[in-house]
Nanobody, 114 residues
Framework: QVQLVESGGGLVQAGGSLRLSCTASGSRFSVYGMGWYRQAPGKQRDLVARIFSQGATNYADSVKGRFTISRDNAKNTVYLQMNSLKPEDTAVYYC????????WGQGTQVTVSS
């Protein structure tokens, strides 16, 4: 079973930046599409960004132009560079395959203060 470990979250002021990382255990990471998801308190978990195995990317409209997803298949790691952060970006951020096949990790908290 693949295990996912997210890191890089924290408290940042509006307009600041953070870089999230997610490492997946197991093999064949490179064949999977990967996604970053987020869940704010009292809300459902939503897809924020995804990257396909060949490198193509898609973003939710709310983060387009501010967030960048990337991957390093040699390290079984997917990244989310978040710039120009807004208070509404506050959430727990998770990674998973896209579509989701694996158990969720613990996530990493991102808090953006105004």
């Amino acid at each position: 079973q693949v295990q996912l470990v997210e890191s890089g979250g924290g408290l940042v002021q509006a307009g600041g930046s953070l870089r999230l990382s997610c490492t997946a255990s197991g093999s064949r990471f490179s064949v999977y599409g990967m996604g970053w998801y987020r869940q704010a308190p009292g809300k459902q978990r939503d897809l924020v960004a995804r990257i396909f195995s060949q490198g193509a990317t898609n973003y939710a409209d709310s983060v387009k132009g501010r967030f960048t997803i990337s991957r390093d298949n040699a390290k079984n790691t997917v990244y989310l560079q978040m710039n120009s952060l807004k208070p509404e970006d506050t959430a727990v951020y998770y990674c998973n395959s896209y579509p989701t096949y694996w158990a969720w990790g613990q996530g990493t908290q991102v808090t953006v203060s105004s």
